[in-house]
């Protein structure tokens, strides 16, 4: 071998050692600036993704579209920039769009997609003419209608904490879209009164406005009559055909005690010309054992019913001697979907020929009546959440004083909690399950309301 062919040798190592360099590069260039990439993706993706579910939940503010799509879009640049910090690995990243898209109201559901950019200067990959990583992400929530009835205790025992509940209730209602929810607004003390009926038909919304005014002025008195205020609930909430019903229906209760009254066709003495149906009330505190009171009307939360049936404290001395109704009758004298004698769980008598027996009784029924109405509302796929309010609600009150009997328990069986009585979660084993929440205090109910809209919307998504 001369020495021009060892030249010649040595001259190609050197080019193919340089062009195996350039590779080498390549292919550090390309494993170090795609991790890098995939680490700003990833960042980005999950920037968009909380854009997109912020943007949702904050669509339901406003009176109209154009605010609405006006604070999705705040929102979702707020929670991108809060999730995809400044310069993150030397990049550069914003939202390119927010749309905010209504669809038509027989659908009632609202989609917002966010559609975001980051670029970052690449480090190897200059080698083969590329300077920059351009990144893409996009994210879309769509927030499904709900149909809810909201049902609020105004008895008088909530007095001390009136201005609370209204505050924080009128903040609770003001969290939904008034343009594809329909909300319906019910209260109770003796009776339960619709203040504002849900909307039926396609037609959705609510006026939002108008509840937050009806809300601000409900008075505190009487009894606790939970029995009617579900009842209405439910009744609103079927009232929405099933072509037009929403994705989601919901109930939501809150009350501070146990219900302590009943509305039915009772039966009253010849003489006392009664014959109309009403609201029977007692107390709830088992050393009394008061005579019932009433007869109130059913449908006022205050009035008693005309003519020989509106006594009050002296109801006991025109009603016979077995009061009750077999069935739950109130809206209809031939009704026979809940059965008040011999219901069950606990036990119920006819029996109101005593103070005593007719307090038993009647605090039985109307306790059965309220677990009854829920679970019938989840069988139609009707979602409860209840909210309770005050320490009396764990304490063991009414005829039988035992523990299980709490106003507690009560609220978590209507809601088909995970932690309800063993006898609820079996009755409840196929049914929707709810969310109880318990504020102690009138502190603790911002937050209780905050969660319960939390679970909701959690739900529509």
């Known amino acids: 071998m001369n020495k021009f062919t060892r030249k010649a040798q040595g001259g190609q190592v050197f080019i193919i050692l340089a062009l195996s360099l350039v590779v080498l590069v390549g292919a550090l260039g390309l494993a170090v600036d795609s991790g890098l990439g995939y680490l700003i993706k990833a960042?980005?993706?999950?920037?968009?993704?909380?854009?997109?579910?912020a943007g949702a939940r904050a669509v339901v503010h406003g009176d109209n579209e154009a605010e609405q799509r006006q604070q999705a879009e705040t929102a979702a640049r707020n929670f991108f920039a809060a999730n995809y910090p400044a310069g993150y690995l030397g990049s550069t990243a914003g939202i390119t769009g927010t749309q905010v898209e209504f669809n038509s109201p027989a659908r009632g559901q609202i989609t917002v997609k966010v559609q975001a950019h980051a670029n970052t200067a690449v480090s190897f990959m200059r080698v083969f003419g590329f300077n920059t990583l351009d990144i893409e992400a996009t994210a879309h929530t769509t927030r499904r209608d709900i149909d809810m009835a909201f049902v609020m205790d105004?008895?008088?025992s909530l007095v001390p904490v009136a201005a609370e509940i209204r505050q924080h209730a009128a903040t609770f209602?003001?969290?939904?879209s008034s343009s594809t929810d329909r909300m319906s607004l019910i209260h109770f003390s003796n009776g339960a009164e619709?203040?504002?009926?849900?909307?039926?038909g396609?037609?959705?919304?609510?006026?939002?406005r108008r509840i937050v005014q009806q809300i601000a002025g409900l008075q505190f008195k009487g009894a606790t009559n939970s029995v009617e205020g579900l009842w209405h609930a439910r009744q609103q909430l079927n009232r929405v055909t099933a072509p037009d019903r929403s994705s989601l229906r919901v109930i939501v209760l809150f009350s501070d005690g146990t219900p302590n009254s009943l509305a039915s066709v009772f039966k009253f003495q010849?003489?006392?010309n009664c014959t109309a149906s009403g609201v029977i009330s007692t107390t709830d505190d088992v050393l009394m054992r008061e005579a019932p009171r009433g007869l109130w009307d059913q449908d006022r939360t205050q009035e008693l019913v005309g003519g020989g049936c509106g006594q009050n404290r002296n109801l006991a001395s025109i009603l016979t001697p077995n009061a009750l109704p077999d069935w739950y009758n109130a809206h209809g004298i031939n009704d026979r979907e809940f059965p008040i004698v011999g219901g069950g769980p606990r036990l119920v008598q006819n029996?109101?020929?005593t103070?005593?027996?007719?307090f038993v009784n009647i605090n039985h029924a109307a306790r059965n009546m309220v677990e009854a109405l829920a679970a019938r509302a989840r069988a139609e796929g009707i979602h409860v959440f209840t909210l309770g309010l005050g320490p009396l609600l764990q304490q063991a009150i009414g005829p039988e004083l035992s523990s299980d009997d709490t106003g507690e328990n009560i609220m978590k069986c209507m809601a088909n909690t995970p932690d309800a009585l063993p006898r609820c979660r079996a009755a409840g084993a196929d049914q929707p399950v709810g969310v109880y929440c318990h504020a102690r205090t009138a502190d603790d109910l911002q937050p209780c309301f905050a969660n319960m809209r939390a679970e909701i919307l959690r739900i529509t998504r």
């Open 43 to 53: 960042r980005l993706n999950a920037a968009v993704d909380a854009a997109a579910v």
């Open 154 to 156: 105004t008895s008088s």
């Open 173 to 176: 209602m003001s969290g939904f």
């Open 194 to 200: 619709v203040d504002e009926p849900i909307r039926t």
């Open 202 to 208: 396609p037609m959705r919304g609510f006026d939002k």
């Open 270 to 272: 010849p003489w006392a």
């Open 351 to 353: 029996d109101t020929s």
């Open 355 to 358: 103070p005593e027996r007719a």
